[in-house]
């Protein structure tokens, strides 16, 4: 069946430095590719997201990239800040518009 | 433009009752997503309501169900509530056809005791 796996489950990094985390997909249908942020007791906001006909994407300090053949995808974060401190989500799309998602990676920024 | 609201912010139950939990689309919006995320965990996809139908539903027993309306909101009803069901319910609303991105309400933390 569809599956997303994402790694590492935690990550704590000093602030300042980069933090990056990895996705691997198993439908090679899919063709999009969202990362979500959930704040302590917040919702989950799409903070950037990719299609499979483009192999990076940027916004200030966050880029996504994309290997199709791989089919793996990735979130890089730089210059880290405490509010970078959250729970992120990855998601492949599935069939009929559905997201598959990955388990979530616990992001610690240490002052 | 306003954002995917839900009612209760908080639900206490005790375990053999009914929950119903409810979801108000981003105007626009056609389907409807519910995902159940308990503590501290990821999210598990429940239900899909599209133009009113159910479109597709996670794994998870029958007493988890719900239905959409006609205005494109949703409630999602939990029956004979165990301990386990504790967690925090999300809505999530999509626009419609050729669009993946999906949207997220608050939730609602429900408790069973």
């Known amino acids: 069946g569809e599956n997303v796996e994402q790694h590492p489950s935690t990550l704590s990094v000093q602030e300042g430095d980069s933090a990056v985390i990895k996705c691997t997909y198993s439908d090679s249908a899919s063709n999009y590719f969202p990362w979500y942020k959930q704040e302590l007791g917040k919702r989950p906001q799409l903070i950037i997201d990719?299609?499979?006909n483009v192999g990076e994407k940027k916004d200030q300090r966050i880029a996504v990239t994309l290997n199709k053949t791989a089919k793996h995808f990735s979130l890089h974060i730089t210059e880290t800040q405490p509010e970078d401190s959250a729970v992120y989500f990855c998601?492949?799309?599935?069939?009929?518009?559905?997201?598959?998602w990955g388990a979530g990676t616990k992001l610690i920024i240490k002052p | 433009e306003a954002g995917v609201t839900q009612s209760p912010t908080h639900l206490i139950k005790t375990r053999g009752q009914q929950a119903t939990l409810r979801c108000s689309p981003i105007?626009?919006?056609?389907?409807v997503y519910w995902y159940q995320q308990a503590l501290g965990l990821g999210l598990q996809f429940l239900l899909w309501?599209?133009?009113?139908?159910?479109?597709n539903r996670g794994n998870f027993p029958p007493r988890f169900s719900g239905r959409q309306f006609p205005n494109y909101s949703s409630e999602l009803n939990v029956n004979a509530l165990e301990l386990e069901d504790s967690a925090l319910y999300l809505c999530?609303?999509?626009?419609?056809?050729?669009?993946?991105?999906?949207?997220f309400g608050p939730g609602t933390r429900l408790t069973v005791t």
């Open positions: 999530a609303s999509r626009i419609g056809l050729g669009h993946y991105e999906q949207y």
């Open positions: 990719i299609r499979s």
């Open positions: 309501y599209d133009e009113g139908e159910e479109r």
């Open positions: 105007s626009g919006h056609t389907s």
């Open positions: 998601a492949a799309s599935g069939s009929n518009y559905q997201l598959i």
